[in-house]
Structures are given as structure tokens and as C-alpha cells.
């Protein structure tokens, strides 16, 4: 079992760059896919990006390819969101998941969640 914990979301201008971080609790990291997700206001919750347990496959959603960087450290138990060319309609709560399954880009596909972020684009 795991517990994400988010940090790193602000207030930031359009076009520039934050970077998200994701500390989890347990020595069992490694056996987990993450993923990140967002919730803008009056929307539901959008998948973002996951990266397998390795850290070897990565899949994002189309509005951030090109973007947006997920990456992971398994030896410190984090994951990380490297958002660039930041657009206004990116403002959400970002949320960091941890997933058993192999596969999948659903909610239902992860396990444990922290309390979100909040990352907010002014233009």
C-alpha cells in the first residue's frame, strides 16, 4: 500500500513551467504504475499521464503530448510532472494515483490517490 502525497502546484503565467512532485509512503513504490490526473472547475476528473513501474513506457492524454513530461524516481519513492508551455485551460487540481494494473488510463485503474494540487494558469 501506498500514500501519494502532492506538492509543487502555484500560480503561474502562461507559458511558463511547473514541476509537480509526487512523495509516496511504503517501500513497495517500484510495484506500482502512477499516473497523474486533473480536475478543472465544473469538470470531471481527466487523465493526464501514467508511467509504467519501470519507468520505461509512458502515455499522455493529447492536449499535453509534447508538453508535459511524467517521470519517476523509484529509489526516493517519487514521481514527478514536468509541465511546460503552460496554457490556461491546464488550471486544475492535479491529482497523483498509484495503480496495481498493468494497464489503463481510467480512475477505476488506480488504487490510491492524494489530495490534488492546485495549479492555476493566468493568461
Known amino acids: 500500500q501506498v500514500q501519494p502525497v502532492e506538492s509543487g502546484g502555484g500560480l503561474v503565467q502562461a507559458g511558463g513551467s511547473l514541476r509537480l512532485s509526487c512523495a509516496t509512503s511504503g517501500r513497495t513504490f517500484g510495484n506500482y504504475r502512477m499516473g497523474w490526473f486533473r480536475q478543472a472547475p465544473g469538470k470531471e476528473r481527466e487523465f493526464v499521464a501514467v508511467i509504467s513501474r519501470s519507468g520505461g513506457n509512458t502515455y499522455y492524454t493529447d492536449s499535453v503530448k509534447g508538453r508535459f513530461t511524467i517521470s519517476r524516481d523509484n529509489a526516493k519513492n517519487t514521481m514527478f510532472l514536468q509541465m511546460n508551455s503552460l496554457k490556461p485551460e491546464d488550471t486544475a487540481v492535479y491529482y497523483c494515483?498509484?495503480?496495481?494494473?498493468?494497464?489503463?488510463?481510467?480512475?477505476?485503474?488506480?488504487?490510491?490517490w492524494g489530495q490534488g494540487t492546485q495549479v492555476t494558469v493566468s493568461s
Open positions: 494515483a498509484a495503480g496495481a494494473r498493468t494497464y489503463g488510463s481510467g480512475s477505476a485503474d488506480f488504487d490510491y
